[in-house]
């Protein structure tokens, strides 16, 4: 009899172990056609997670999602209305993370088609295992409001630093993940456009080996240009509005030169000309 009891208790102990480890079993939810930046959230929150956690998750589109464990609704799912929430009154870049039942939601709006157009994702960067950006190398790889209420999520809740590029300056903490029923916060990135200059890759000089920007090969810059990208990214690093600005006042002493030569700022010189190689390339204006 004694034995028998042994017996059903060590069963009823194996039942409840494999029921919590169910329970605690994290995956990552996305839609059944997944918009191409939801993608990279999903795959950002799933790194992130697993560094932080060690455990696997894994990525299931929404008609194959779990009915317990703990959940990530990633973007645009039917899961939003369930919610409440109206995934087309999202504006661009805006974000929100919310918590609810135990699961949570991140999701948020998209750039307008002109502005998503900057973000297209290249064979190039694919076969380098990073997604890239067609042009205007100054922004990050990937935008849009869900992706930066996945890093809003890693950031205030996990504790995730960028520091600077490379994993060397990735900041994950060890820990599990809280809950946050309860909790429903939006955000929006304060500035139209940010961007930071560093594409080298297309410069004459690397591609030569120069090693006047630091690169002694091509391969090296690829390499450092992929990590810059993904941390710009990671930093919100984009645009939901461009702003057409010109390069230099190149052409300014031609115009007015002569007229207004007052618009020109005075060199130590005494002269308002341009400053580079004596060119006149370049004509610092007086303010």
């Not at 999602?65 to 209305?81: D, H, Y």
Request: hydrophobic share 35%; glycine share 10%; proline share 4%.
């Amino acid at each position: 009899m004694r034995k028998t009891i042994y017996c059903l208790l060590a069963v009823c102990a194996i039942c409840s172990v494999s029921a919590a480890a169910a329970d605690s079993a994290m995956s990552i939810i996305v839609s059944c056609k997944p918009h191409t930046n939801e993608q990279f959230a999903a795959g950002e929150l799933k790194y992130h997670l697993e560094k932080a956690t060690g455990k696997p998750i894994k990525i299931l589109s929404e008609d194959a999602a779990p009915k317990s464990g703990r959940r990530f609704f990633i973007g645009n799912v039917k899961a939003l209305s369930a919610i409440g929430v109206d995934y087309d009154a999202f504006e661009a870049e805006e974000r929100m993370v919310c918590g609810v039942g135990g699961d949570v939601y991140l999701a948020g709006g998209e750039m307008k088609e002109d502005i998503a157009d900057i973000y297209k994702f290249t064979d190039a960067g694919t076969k380098r295992g990073l997604p890239d950006v067609r042009r205007m190398d100054w922004c990050g790889l990937a935008g849009g409001g869900t992706l930066y209420a996945v890093y809003d999520f890693l950031e205030k809740e996990m504790g995730v630093l960028w520091l600077w590029p490379g994993e060397l300056g990735e900041i994950i903490p060890k820990r599990e993940v809280p809950c946050i029923d309860g909790v429903k916060r939006k955000g929006r990135e304060p500035l139209l456009q940010r961007y930071l200059w560093h594409d080298f890759e297309k410069s004459k000089a690397v591609r030569n080996g120069n090693t006047l920007f630091g690169w002694s090969s091509m391969e090296n810059a690829t390499r450092h240009n992929d990590k810059v990208r993904l941390w710009k990214t990671r930093n919100r690093v984009g645009l939901r509005h461009i702003f057409n600005t010109g390069h230099a006042f190149t052409e300014w002493y031609g115009r007015f030169g002569k007229r207004h030569p007052e618009y020109l700022a005075m060199q130590p010189s005494g002269r308002r000309n341009g400053f580079v190689d004596g060119r006149n390339m370049y004509y610092p204006i007086c303010v």
